[in-house]
Antibody
Framework: EVQLLESGGGLVQPGGSLRLSCAAS????????MTWVRQAPGKGLEWVST????????YTADSVKGRFTISRDNSKNTVYLQMNSLRIEDTAVYFC?????????????WGQGTLVTVSS | QSALTQPASVSGSPGQSITISCTGT?????????VSWYQQHPGKAPKLMIY???KRPSGVSNRFSGSKSGNTASLTISGLQAEDEADYYC??????????FGGGTKVTVL
């Protein structure tokens, strides 16, 4: 059974940093691209970033480019999201998701999310 | 980039069919057949319902179908059931090699 477990969320001040982790199990991790999607309280989904299975290719939304960095450690079956220079508008639940099929644009398995709150 | 445009809410009675629209531009929905739809129940993670405009992942009911015309994609739910009450989001690949979601549509079963 595929499982994705996010961690690392919490309360941080504006301008601060956090690193989110997503531990995966139940599939051949290195064969799948992984994606982070966020959802602000009461709002819709927003794609954040995607990384290929090898880690050699990454894609990032303009809203976080230069501040957020996605990475992965295939030996630990874990994908990360390093978030720097956090803003109040980054407050959201952050989901990690596994690629579906051969295209990185789709995700078929999602974690339950971790809440990031940016506030002074 | 602005989010894809979806109606805020759509409602229907059990057994009826409803359609949710998703309007983008010639740089996203209109340019590619890489449109997907997700269902999200309150407090839950999203679930992939449709990909490549009209394909269903294994296990998704055939009551869900997708289509596209020009810059607008659509999700149709036929034989509406109480369990279909949820938020629905469209998504599209873009010419900037990014992914764009719609603002979401709340489906209410009357």
């Amino acid at each position: 059974e595929v499982q994705l477990l996010e961690s690392g969320g919490g309360l941080v001040q504006p301008g601060g940093s956090l690193r989110l982790s997503c531990a995966a199990s139940g599939f051949t991790f290195s064969s799948y691209g992984m994606t982070w999607v966020r959802q602000a309280p009461g709002k819709g989904l927003e794609w954040v970033s995607t990384i290929s299975g090898s880690g050699g290719n990454t894609y990032t939304a303009d809203s976080v480019k230069g501040r957020f960095t996605i990475s992965r450690d295939n030996s630990k079956n874990t994908v990360y999201l390093q978030m720097n220079s956090l803003r109040i508008e980054d407050t959201a639940v952050y989901f990690c998701a596994k690629r579906y099929g051969s295209s990185w644009y789709y995700s078929d398995c999602w974690g339950q999310g971790t809440l990031v709150t940016v506030s002074s | 980039q602005s989010a894809l445009t979806q109606p805020a809410s759509v409602s229907g009675s059990p057994g009826q069919s409803i359609t949710i629209s998703c309007t983008g531009t010639s740089s996203d929905v209109g340019a590619y057949y890489y449109v997907s739809w997700y269902q999200q129940h309150p407090g839950k993670a999203p679930k992939l319902m449709i990909y490549d405009v009209s394909k269903r992942p294994s296990g998704v009911s055939n009551r869900f179908s997708g289509s596209k015309s020009g810059n607008t994609a659509s999700l149709t739910i036929s034989g509406l059931q109480a369990e279909d009450e949820a938020d629905y989001y469209c998504s599209s690949y873009t010419s900037s090699s990014t992914l764009l979601f719609g603002g979401g549509t709340k489906v209410t079963v009357l």
